[in-house]
């Protein structure tokens, strides 16, 4: 499951990443993420991947397209984890973005926040 984060802001939006992720996680987020979209035009997003594991096929489909499909309105993207996986996505996403993505471990959480707001 996805869990907005309340430390999020106007065009920042923070997302918790639980579980293992489905196709009707994605379809209540990805309407949350084209509304700020749709008022800001370019967005910051923060995801938490602490818990996560993994996808359903779906659902890594319904996260592929919404990334193509959106590249270009991503400012920066925030990754956080723990795993080797993570950085490496991170790494691929950020030469498919418009925007930047950085990878940050766990312990650095506060600097994740911190990169994604200024």
Known sequence: MFELLPRGSDKVV??????KLTDDDYQLLL????ERID???????LVDMEGFEGWTLHAAWD????GMTHWHHFDKIALIGDEG???MAARLTNMLMRGEVR?????QREAAW???RG
Request: hydrophobic share 45%; charged share 30%; glycine share 10%.
């Open 14 to 19: 923070g997302v918790h990443a639980i579980g």
């Open 114 to 116: 911190d990169w994604i």
């Open 103 to 107: 990878f940050f471990d766990l312990d």
């Open 63 to 66: 996260d592929f397209a919404f």
């Open 85 to 87: 996986w993570e950085e």
């Open 31 to 34: 309407p949350k993420l084209e």
């Open 39 to 45: 008022k800001y035009g370019r967005i910051c997003v």
